[in-house]
């Protein structure tokens, strides 16, 4: 089973910020609203990931899908915690998957949110991407990071990075387009139509089939 076109273009929309991108370049970040206290240990890993996908675009007309999600790849799993944000994006069923589906789902999703950025990010036209030195908490252990995603035309998006203290550091659990659309609760709805009508093979089935859209079978 694939993704639906509905349930697609759904899940295009809390990627707005990728559509619209283009190309970034991390910028501070200069707004008298921000909150917080500044922590850099938190807000380092949206600036890594902003590095990451401004030097994905500049590269973009010129090296193949595949290299651009090997540079990537690593990246995205550093700073984010992805076994959370799946398990999240699946809900409470999450807990009652035996772990060779939850492997399973685990490597599907880790290709398709990668592959996610690398066709979003693929072209650099001079747009930047600004990163708030403050944080505002929202709960223990998790903080909010605001980034600004600011277009050639002199308009912006706001994408901010919901932070979660792990182990090993911070890393996102979750990513609001426009301050308030999650892209966790759109997957999770996503997630729950594909599971219902076909349980973890049709969910599986769905993230393979759209990473081989994405990168033009190059991944997979």
Request: glycine residues 8%; hydrophobic residues 45%.
């Amino acid at each position: 089973m694939t993704i639906s076109n509905t349930t697609m273009t759904r899940r295009r929309s809390l990627l707005t910020f990728a559509a619209a991108a283009g190309a970034i370049a991390v910028l501070p970040w200069h707004s008298a609203g921000a909150q917080g206290t500044a922590d850099a240990t938190a807000t380092a890993p949206v600036q890594q990931l902003g590095d990451a996908l401004l030097a994905a675009m500049k590269s973009g007309d010129h090296s193949a899908f595949a290299d651009r999600y090997r540079a990537l790849d690593p990246v995205v799993e550093r700073v984010f915690n992805l076994d959370s944000v799946l398990a999240t994006s699946v809900g409470l069923s999450w807990g009652r998957l035996p772990e060779a589906q939850k492997a399973v789902l685990a490597k599907a999703f880790r290709r398709y949110t990668v592959s996610t950025y690398v066709a979003s990010f693929n072209s650099y036209s001079g747009q930047s991407f600004q990163v708030s030195p403050a944080v505002r908490t929202v709960g223990p252990g998790e903080v909010v990071v605001q980034s600004r995603l600011r277009r050639s035309d002199g308009t912006s998006l706001a994408l901010d990075y919901v932070m979660r203290r792990f182990p090993a550091g911070w890393q996102a659990v979750d990513v609001l387009t426009d301050g308030s659309i999650s892209r966790v609760a759109v997957q999770r709805s996503d997630f729950r139509e594909l599971l219902k009508a076909g349980g973890v093979p049709a969910l599986a089935n769905g993230l393979d089939h759209k990473v081989a859209s994405l990168s033009g079978g190059m991944v997979g």
